[in-house]
């Protein structure tokens, strides 16, 4: 054989190896699953989410952890949009046990602008819940718990407790402690439940305690309090407004629908309530689909103008 054929043949099965090893990577890369990464926008008044498909499967939940917090590190490609972990801050290291992400940060955390600061937890939150086994996610700076301004333990997050009404973004947020009520155990009373939830301040309290209550208690509240939900999670919110301390919510037909073993009472009292908590509601009045002559469950008019039951709660 002349050299420079072997020299050819040398360079063809080079350049075989190389497109087999490429077609390897990209087959690896095929296998992961898509996430969204959670990044601020260059003013820091929202978050933005980009797809990202993840080299590890999802069962390799420690590789993701690692994978997805590089991501969160590393500047994204639009110039209108930056890392949560920013060279402002350091994270030092992290934990993973039981179903709980903990974040160590150094001492240049606590030094960012409080609306900074929820967003970029927010960003944090919000991508690493999505990896399997990844329940909670919780701040520490320099192995101590993570303070809001008023000096309260922030504690473990998920990411429902950053709730958004515009799909991709999340906008200007706040905190809010709302007084909920859900079902005892045999469903004849309600149980108080305190709940600290940080919202698009664009959405109305009286829409974020309806959509909460609708929701349901979270696994801790169960584990802590026994309560049960009040209404079916398929429940939707039409509209609601409020006029002269009275609150008008508007349910589509699922309302009708009781899927759990609860009074029509533990129900109806459980949003009256839970909405009179609030300084701008005095009573509630419940329609589905914009019409109130309806009974409910056969036993209560929707006519009906509801105050504060305190008899209905479980001392």
């Known amino acids: 054989m002349r050299k420079g054929s072997k020299c050819c043949t040398v360079l063809f ?17 095929q296998t992961g699953s898509i ?3 959670y990044y601020l926008n260059k003013a820091e008044t929202k978050v933005v989410t980009q ?17 997805l917090l590089d991501r969160l590190q590393t500047v994204p ?7 949560p972990i920013n060279t402002a801050i350091t994270l030092l290291d992290y934990q993973f046990t039981d179903g709980q992400l903990i974040l160590n940060f150094d001492e240049n955390y606590r030094m960012m602008p409080p609306t900074t600061e929820v967003l970029v937890r927010a960003a944090m939150v919000r991508t ?12 520490t700076v320099r192995s101590e718990p993570l303070t809001d301004m008023l000096g309260n333990v922030v504690g473990a997050m998920t990411a429902d407790m950053f709730i958004d009404n515009a799909g991709n973004e999340i906008n200007a947020y706040e905190k809010v402690r709302l007084h909920l009520y859900f079902a005892n155990a045999d469903g004849t009373k309600l149980v108080p439940v305190t709940r600290d939830v940080v919202y698009n301040s664009n959405i109305s309290l009286e829409k974020l305690v309806i959509e909460e209550t609708i929701k349901g208690p979270t696994e801790e509240e169960v584990k802590l309090y026994d309560v049960y939900p009040v209404i079916s999670p398929e429940t ?17 037909n699922t309302f009708l629908t009781q899927t759990y073993n609860v009074t ?18 005095n009573k509630m009045q419940i329609s589905i ?27």
Do not use: P, W
């Open 236 to 252: 939707k919110l039409v509209t609601v407004t409020v006029k002269d301390g009275i609150s008008y919510v508007n349910f589509d």
């Open 264 to 281: 029509s009472d533990v129900t109806l009292y459980a949003f009256a309530n839970a909405l009179v908590e609030l300084s701008n509601v």
């Open 35 to 37: 996430y969204y990464v």
């Open 289 to 315: 689909n914009g019409e109130t002559d309806i009974m409910y469950r056969e036993s209560t008019s929707l006519t009906t103008v509801f105050e504060r039951n305190l008899e209905i709660v479980d001392s």
């Open 128 to 139: 690493m819940t999505q990896i399997e086994g990844v329940q909670f996610v919780s701040i």
């Open 77 to 83: 490609e639009s110039i209108e949009e930056r890392e």
């Open 51 to 67: 797809e990202y498909e993840a080299i590890h499967k999802k069962e390799e939940t420690q590789a993701l952890i690692d994978e």
């Open 13 to 29: 099965m080079f350049a075989l190896m190389i497109a087999l090893l490429t077609a390897c990577g990209k087959q690896e890369t």
